[in-house]
């Protein structure tokens, strides 16, 4: 069984099982498992079972990963554990952990072991490592992504809830579309890199693997705080989630853009993603990509590649031999460029940024194909760089742009390969692409990770409600500034904040005085989601409120964009025989500014 962060949290909490339990199950799947090559290394059982142990004396309620097992990509430290970063010959181990794998720990996290990954993080395939090539558990055939191919294969697999993966030009995001998986690409210095090895240290982010993006912003939350032993370490607070937001501006490639080497299968995925996300409200913008293309070439094209070498160049010199043959052919290009190009690369890339800059100002973020094909691992082995390029189509201008991401599951093709889209914007705009991620992937109904789990409801987010207050939507006439909602603000309601619902409803125009919608529940998909208003209100209030509430109209139960479900007005269905249907105008206050009439 695969279970998320939260199940677990929970159950430790309720006492339903132990982090010691929770942790044996874990070391018991991973043998089951067998596939060597996931790992590289584990811990002690024994000892993480004792560490698990010792939680029994904390307080469960302030620990957001109260005995959650996680594995961490090995190009990370954990104390104790040789970090090899997938080469024998640089293995070192060390005695403190890195801030990152710190925190979790002081979160509740227990380390399971460090991950199998394409050597010195170099590679979006997987298969670039002597340890081995871990198995694609969706479909064996496949090349398991990379460079976190270990870590993206545990959670898929659901040897682990969660896993620490780093991306510098795909390798949190590409892993975690081949694996069914969710990958959380943080803005850059948001989690300290203390203690990773680097891959170009200027672009390096660590990266978050989970079945939901709630659990990865759960971690993202324990790791997320500025790092004095990081110069490259940035103040960026974590903003709370929140509902689907209104009025929502993605950006979606001009025709003919996007690129996906003949995969018609692909395509259509990406095109059904752009469709589910127009269904859920959101308003679509077409920009430019090829200045994002433009930059993207930059990365492996340019200058970037001597960051890569200085980490290894002493190896180069006295070993060539332990680093693998391709891993080695792409670095040893870093030795290459003068300072000249250099700076030539710098300004070119200044000015890709302000464009980006000004593509942003019409958009919230950014709706691409994670990856625009996939390869079994025949094929990658068989021409290892340029199927490798072509995976990072859509990853490798991110980091270089300062851009933040998160990788979602779109579907899972006929053909049994998973497709997945990646929601991309501005440094420190994580929490808003958390909030539409959440919404859509929960809209999807796909199962989790490779094990055909159903994907779990939507949890509540933590509300602005006080005690003893209830929350109620309001479409129509009690909206702020309508003509009824003095009703409401006379009872002593609040306004909790303006949302919209599910696709699962259809507006009316009621010939009532004053004017009023009717809002009909209709099956899952096929209506439009409404703009309505949350309020609250006392138990009192709440109570002579709804009695107050005149037939054709009721309160019911109303579901809303991101999965929440609240009280709200309905209208009878024989109520809307007749009546004008407004549903387009997607909302109360729309209609009265643009159709009225």
């Known amino acids: 069984m695969t279970e998320t962060v939260a199940e677990i949290v929970a159950a430790h909490r309720q006492g339903q099982a132990s982090p010691a339990e929770t942790v044996a199950r874990s070391f018991e799947r991973i043998r089951a498992h067998g596939d060597a090559a996931v790992f590289i290394s584990l811990r002690d059982e024994k000892d993480a079972i004792s560490e698990a142990g010792r939680l029994a004396s904390m307080d469960a309620a302030s620990l957001p990963l109260y005995g959650v097992p996680v594995a961490v990509k090995d190009n990370i430290d954990v104390a104790g554990l040789p970090t090899t970063a997938a080469c024998p010959a640089f293995a070192s181990t060390p005695a403190r952990d890195a801030t990152a794998v710190a925190r979790l720990r002081a979160a509740g996290a ?252 019409d958009i919230d973020a950014l709706v691409l194909p994670t990856a625009p094909t996939t390869y079994t691992t025949a094929e990658v082995l068989a021409n290892p760089i340029e199927l490798n390029s072509r995976l990072g189509t859509y990853t490798n201008f991110v980091n270089l742009l300062d851009l933040c991401g998160v990788a979602l599951p779109a579907a899972m093709r006929d053909d049994g390969i998973p497709f997945g889209i990646t929601l991309l914007a501005p440094a420190g705009d994580d929490a808003k692409l958390a909030s539409i991620g959440r919404a859509f992937h929960a809209d999807t109904r796909l199962a989790v990770g490779a094990k055909a789990v159903p994907l779990p409801a939507l949890a509540p987010l933590p509300s602005s409600l006080r005690d003893g207050e209830f929350a109620i939507a309001v479409v129509g006439a009690h909206l702020s500034g309508m003509a009824l909602n003095h009703e409401l603000t006379s009872l002593g309601g609040r306004l909790l904040e303006a949302t919209k619902t599910a696709p699962n409803y259809r507006l009316y125009a009621l010939p009532t005085t004053p004017p009023k919608p009717g809002m009909l529940g209709i099956a899952p998909g096929e209506g439009v989601c409404v703009e309505l208003e949350l309020w609250a209100l006392s138990a009192a209030g709440f109570g002579r409120f709804v009695a107050s509430v005149p037939a054709p109209l009721s309160i019911g139960t109303i579901t809303l964009a991101d999965g929440r479900d609240v009280k709200g007005f309905i209208v009878e269905s024989a109520a809307t025989n007749g009546a004008r249907d407004i549903s387009s105008f997607g909302g109360w206050r729309a209609y009265l500014a643009k159709g009225a009439a």
């Not at 490592?129 to 993206?152: F, Q, T």
């Not at 040897?159 to 694996?179: I, Q």
């Not at 759960?218 to 903003?239: G, I, Q, V, Y």
């Not at 680093?323 to 030795?335: K, M, N, Q």
């Open 110 to 361: 227990i380390i399971i072991g460090k991950t199998n990954l394409d050597q010195f993080a170099t590679g979006l395939v997987g298969v670039r490592s002597p340890y081995g090539i871990p198995k694609n558990p969706v479909r064996g055939d496949l090349v398991p992504g990379g460079s976190s191919s270990g870590s993206a294969v545990a959670v898929s697999a659901g040897l682990v809830p969660l896993s620490l993966g780093t991306d510098t030009a795909g390798s949190g995001r590409v892993p975690a579309m081949l694996n069914n998986i969710v990958g959380l690409k943080p803005s850059l210095g948001m989690i300290s890199t203390a203690g990773l090895v680097p891959a170009c240290r200027t672009l390096d982010c660590i990266s978050v693997f989970s079945l939901t993006v709630d659990d990865a912003i759960t971690a993202l939350t324990a790791m997320a705080a500025p790092d004095p032993l990081d110069p490259f370490s940035r103040d960026r607070p974590l903003k709370a989630l929140s509902s689907f937001p209104s009025g929502v501006r993605l950006g979606v490639p001009r025709s003919g853009q996007l690129i996906f080497f003949g995969d018609r299968a692909a395509e259509a995925a990406y095109g059904e993603a752009i469709a589910r996300f127009s269904r859920l409200g959101v308003n679509l913008v077409e920009f430019d990509l090829e200045p994002f293309y433009e930059t993207a070439r930059l990365l492996y094209e340019g200058p970037w590649v001597a960051e890569r070498y200085l980490v290894i160049r002493d190896l180069l010199a006295s070993d060539p031999d332990a680093i693998h043959p391709v891993t080695r052919e792409i670095t040893i290009a870093g030795a290459r460029p003068s300072a000249a190009d250099t700076f030539a690369a710098l300004y070119r890339l200044q000015g890709l940024r302000k464009i980006a800059a000004r593509t942003f100002a």
